[in-house]
């Protein structure tokens, strides 16, 4: 997919709102997630189809697909094509050595609300413009092609080898999000 395909292939939305977690504080980096309300129903078709949620139940999720239209390097430029790039878990461990409590992390890595990956042998991760991205994993099932379980969220910089992004865990957000799309 790229910027102005024809229109087949690609759809365009206007915001209508932005609910953010209510217990997010910006610069402060935990419960970074959000929920983007359009002004029309999104259609579904055969290129738009509904990713589902990962909420809690076991998955295989030691290497993801991340997607985003961010910078293709540290201090490069932005694409015009859709990226995605599969990257590897880093262990609880791993994340709270690399992320410990400093300012904008006064508990650390959260590994109730945060997970990380990336790459401990090539250069391989998300970037600045990539945020707000999913995480996903891909499914066999085709009425729900991919499950999301994280959202790109932030890193010290971008495709460093052995340095890991942090991703919010949608599996910690579910209730929040059922709550808002589904109120009822």
């Not at 991205?133 to 379980?149: A, D, E, F, L, W």
Request: proline share 5%; hydrophobic share 35%; with cysteine.
């Amino acid at each position: 997919l790229r910027r102005g395909d024809a229109a087949d292939r690609s759809r365009v939305y206007k915001v209508k709102n932005i609910i953010k977690h209510p217990q997010f504080q910006p610069p402060v980096k935990y419960h970074d997630i959000a929920l983007v309300e359009t002004e029309n129903a999104i259609k579904l078709d055969q290129f738009v189809v509904p990713a589902c949620l990962h909420v809690g139940d076991p998955v295989n999720d030691e290497k993801v697909q991340a997607t985003g239209w961010g910078l293709t390097q540290y201090s490069g430029s932005v694409s015009d094509t859709l990226q995605k790039v599969v990257l590897n878990k880093f262990s609880t461990a791993e994340c709270a050595a690399k992320y410990q409590p400093v300012r904008l992390m006064r508990q650390g890595f959260d590994p109730q609300s945060q997970t990380c990956y990336g790459d401990k042998l090539v250069s391989k991760d998300t970037c600045q413009g990539d945020s707000g991205g999913p995480i996903q994993i891909k499914n066999k099932n085709i009425s729900c092609m991919y499950t999301v379980v994280g959202v790109t969220s932030f890193g010290r910089a971008c495709g460093f080898v052995g340095e890991p992004g942090i991703y919010t865990r949608v599996a910690n957000y579910v209730s929040w999000i059922e709550g808002i799309v589904w109120p009822n």
